[in-house]
């Protein structure tokens, strides 16, 4: 029988029981106390210690043992699993479910492995480090003495450029509205997406208005 909701009441497998208290129902067919017990896989098990969890039907105790593939393995084992599949830590290395021969000059970058001596990992994705100014910006890499990157986009940098969204700007010159480049100057302010000098204007909600041409608030 499925679990149906009555207000706060809620039935399983014909007992009724209330959602607000410490009761579970298991596989919409038995009640169990969610304090001392765990539904596994439609299975009310005890739980084991204080970090239990499941593994397929089993209940365990986190802190001593792992799951890997509904298997329960010892952490001394020198184990670990790698998508579902057992292997050992002392010559392998898992890298997003893929396997690797484990190498002191190696790491994970995504499903594949990389030196970071002459490599850098950039969104998941290996590249190629060509100095101690390369840096990543999403998946790609850039020169930092002459580029900057700006929300994933590799764009000039020049020598006061600031970043507006995917674009750079010198501040000098222009400002940034909600990621808009406009123009800038003294006085100048944001409205929007636009720009506007505050002396002769004031902004009302995405709008330009004189402020000579009413008196007061003008909004």
């Known amino acids: 029988m499925a679990t149906i909701n009555v207000g706060s009441r ?3 497998g014909g007992q009724v029981y209330y959602g607000g208290s410490n009761q579970g129902c298991c596989n919409n067919q038995r009640l169990y106390n ?15 210690g204080s970090k239990s969890g499941c593994c397929g039907s089993q209940a365990y105790d986190k802190s ?3 799951c890997c593939n509904d298997r329960l393995v010892r952490k001394t ?4 699993c790698c998508n579902n599949s057992l292997f050992s830590k002392s010559s392998k290395m898992c890298c997003a479910g893929r396997l690797f021969a484990k190498s002191s000059s190696k790491q994970c970058c995504g499903s594949t492995t990389y030196n970071p ?3 850098l990992c950039c969104g998941g994705s290996v590249r190629s480090n060509f100095g101690l100014n390369t840096r990543c910006c999403g998946t790609a890499t850039y020169d930092a003495n002459f580029k900057m990157c700006c929300g994933g ?10 970043c507006c969204g995917r674009k750079s700007y010198n501040p000098s010159f222009k400002m940034c509205c909600n990621e808009h480049v406009v123009d800038g100057g003294l006085n100048k302010q944001c409205c929007g ?19 000579s041409s009413i008196m007061g608030n003008v909004c």
């Open 10 to 12: 809620k039935y399983c």
């Open 34 to 48: 969610k304090n001392t017990k765990l539904c596994c896989r439609g299975s009310v098990r005890r739980k084991v």
């Open 64 to 66: 001593v043992h792992f």
């Open 77 to 80: 084992t020198g184990q670990g």
């Open 117 to 119: 001596r002459s490599q």
């Open 153 to 162: 986009n590799v764009v000039d940098s020049g020598l006061s450029n600031r």
């Open 193 to 211: 997406r636009r720009s506007y000098d505050a002396n002769f204007y004031t902004c009302c909600p995405g709008w330009e208005v004189k402020r």
